[in-house]
C-alpha cells in the first residue's frame, strides 16, 4: 500500500514537473517572439522602385536605325539609335522599357528615344507612418524583404535612405482637433545580382530590424 502511494506521488510530482516545463517553455517563447517583435518594424505598403532614364539625341534628325527593343538587357555606353548622323549611347546598365518601332520618325533634342530602367539602382521603397516606428529606423540597418510574386523567400538588404521630408508637402486645413498622419519614404538597397529575377514594380514588404 506504501508502495502504491510511493508511486502515485512520484507521478503526480513528474506530472508536476513537466507542467512546469511547459509552462517556463511558453513564458521564454512568448518572450523571445516579444523581443523580436519590440526590436523591427513592419512595412507592408512597399514595392521595386528602378530609376527610368530618359535617352534623347542631341541635335535633331530623323530615327535611321534602332539597336535595341523592348526588354533588352543592355551595357552601360551601348549604342541605342541614330538620330539623323548622331548616336544615342546608354549612360548605365538597364532594361529597354520602351523604344519606338517605326524608323524614319523626327526627333528633336529632349524628345524621348528610348527609356531604360535602370537595375542596379533598384530599391525597395516603402512608406511608413510618422507614428509606426519611424524614429527607430537609422541608414545601415539590416532589413529584410518579401515578395508577394515569391511567397515564402526573404530577400537580404539595408536601410540605405530615409525621406527627410513626407510624401503629403500640401497644406491641409481641416476643422477637426486630430493632426493628419504623414508618411515617409524608407529605402532598402539590396545586391540586384544575386536576386536576378527581381523586377521593377514588384509588391513587397519589408522588415527593418532596429537592435
Known sequence: ??????????????????????????????????????????IEN??????????????????????VKEGDHILANT????????IVYTKDDGIVSYAPSVLGQYFSPGQIVASIINIQEMRVTGQIDENKGLKDIVVGQRATFTIDAFP??????????????????????????????KNFNIKVQFDINKYPELKNGM?????VYTK
Open 1 to 42: 500500500m506504501e508502495e502504491i502511494k510511493k508511486e502515485s506521488l512520484f507521478k503526480k510530482r513528474w506530472v508536476q514537473s513537466l507542467i512546469a516545463f511547459v509552462i517556463i517553455f511558453i513564458l521564454l517563447a512568448a518572450f523571445l517572439i516579444w523581443q523580436s517583435v519590440k526590436n523591427t518594424v513592419f
Open 46 to 67: 512597399s514595392d521595386l522602385e528602378a530609376p527610368i532614364v530618359n535617352l534623347s539625341p542631341t541635335t535633331p534628325g530623323v530615327l535611321n536605325a534602332l539597336y
Open 79 to 86: 549604342p541605342v539609335a541614330l538620330v539623323g548622323s548622331g
Open 152 to 181: 515564402g523567400k526573404t530577400y537580404e538588404g539595408a536601410v540605405s535612405e530615409i525621406s527627410p521630408t513626407s510624401n503629403d508637402t500640401s497644406v491641409v486645413f481641416s476643422i477637426s482637433d486630430t493632426r493628419p498622419i
Open 203 to 207: 509588391s513587397a514588404k519589408i522588415t
